[in-house]
């Protein structure tokens, strides 16, 4: 059974950083990628940064270029999230969600397997 466990959100003052962490369980092979999306309140969910392959393609919500970060520790089977410069509009559920095969970008219907989510506040 395939399970993505989520870590790491908080209550965090604009301006500062948390990061996320993802860690899958129950995959027999390396063909997924990890994306993460989020969902604020009174909002739909929305891609925020996803893996598209193995070798390193990601794709970024044009509203958190160059704030968010995506890494992995393939040893760990654990994606990151960094987040820095918060705003309070980041504010939301975020979600790490799986992929079986390639991404090609972060659109929710490619995406096989969800996580709880886990929710960042951020503070004006």
């Known amino acids: 059974e395939v399970q993505l466990v989520e870590s790491g959100g908080g209550l965090v003052q604009a301006g500062g950083s948390l990061s996320l962490s993802c860690t899958a369980s129950?995959?027999?092979?390396?063909?997924?990628?990890i994306g993460w999306f989020r969902q604020g309140p009174g909002k739909e969910r929305e891609g925020v940064a996803c893996?598209?392959?193995?070798?390193?393609?990601?794709y970024y919500r044009d509203s958190v270029k160059g704030r968010f970060t995506l890494s992995t520790d393939n040893a760990k089977n654990t994606v990151y999230l960094q987040m820095n410069s918060l705003k309070p509009e980041d504010a939301a559920v975020y979600y790490c969600?799986?992929?079986?095969?390639?991404?090609?970008?972060?659109?929710?219907?490619?995406?096989?397997?969800w996580g709880q989510g886990t929710q960042v506040t951020v503070s004006s």
């Open positions: 969600a799986a992929a079986v095969g390639e991404g090609y970008g972060c659109f929710e219907d490619e995406y096989d397997y």
């Open positions: 129950g995959f027999t092979s390396d063909d997924h990628v």
């Open positions: 893996f598209g392959d193995n070798k390193g393609t990601t």
